[in-house]
């Protein structure tokens, strides 16, 4: 089954670009989402459908998806970004369904 | 505005059956699948089940297949998860989210239930 490749962590400066990578197999045709969680608190969807944010989502996070390999993007990076990031497809053919990649922890230097 | 609201926290021993609960708000509850994640500590994401609740049908991931229960009551809005016979590996966060198509993300959350089984 499809199994979703994360780096388990990225620093950036702030101000800077932090870019997370999610890997999987073909994962270009499928739709990627993905999840922002601060310690103690449930996650939060920041990115859906590889580039749209829900409503009250900055327009610092942006996603993209083709080949093998999903992104989400994180412009201007400031404190309040730290936190773990989670990509997610559904993956309607097998039992899986709702597949998570390990996350990413994100730091701010 | 769409809720999804927890049952507390629960302290358990191995052996002892549980059922917590989500109880949904502000949508149609009975046409949209409701996810159970589970989060181990310090652990990522992991999905339990799903469910339909307009007629109950539920899949299961094969790690959590015979393990757990996944149920949904539409008269009061509520779904369960429910074991029979904790184990100590259990002892996670575990979170209701509902489920939003045609390529199925999580848009909105429970707050969370903590399950801590120890002797």
């Known amino acids: 089954s499809l199994l979703l490749t994360q780096p388990p962590s990225v620093s950036v400066a702030p101000g800077q670009t932090a870019r997370i990578t999610c890997e999987g197999d073909?994962?270009?045709?499928?739709?990627v989402h993905w999840y922002q969680q601060k310690p103690g608190q449930a996650p939060v969807l920041v990115v859906y459908?590889?580039?749209d944010r829900p409503s009250g989502i900055p327009e610092r996070f942006s996603g993209s998806n083709s080949g093998n390999t999903a992104t989400l993007t994180i412009s201007g990076v400031e404190a309040g970004v730290e936190a773990d990031y989670y990509c997610?497809?559904?993956?309607?053919?097998?039992?899986?369904?709702?597949?998570f990649g390990g996350g990413t922890k994100v730091t701010v230097l | 505005e769409v809720q999804l609201v927890q049952s507390g926290p629960e302290v358990k021993k191995p052996g002892e059956s549980l059922k917590i609960s989500c109880e949904a708000s502000g949508y149609g509850f009975n046409n949209n699948w409701i996810a159970w994640v589970r989060q181990m500590p310090g652990k990522g994401l992991e999905l339990v089940g799903i469910i339909y609740p307009g007629d109950s049908d539920t899949r299961y991931s094969p790690s959590f297949q015979g393990q757990v229960t996944i149920s949904a009551d539409k008269s009061i809005h509520t779904a369960y998860l429910q074991w029979s016979s904790l184990k100590a590996s259990d002892t996670a966060m575990y979170y209701c989210s509902k489920l939003t198509g045609p390529w199925f993300f999580c848009d909105s959350w429970g707050q969370g239930t903590l399950i801590t089984v120890s002797s």
């Open positions: 997610q497809v559904w993956d309607g053919s097998t039992d899986h369904h709702v597949l």
């Open positions: 459908d590889d580039n």
């Open positions: 073909n994962i270009g045709s499928k739709s």
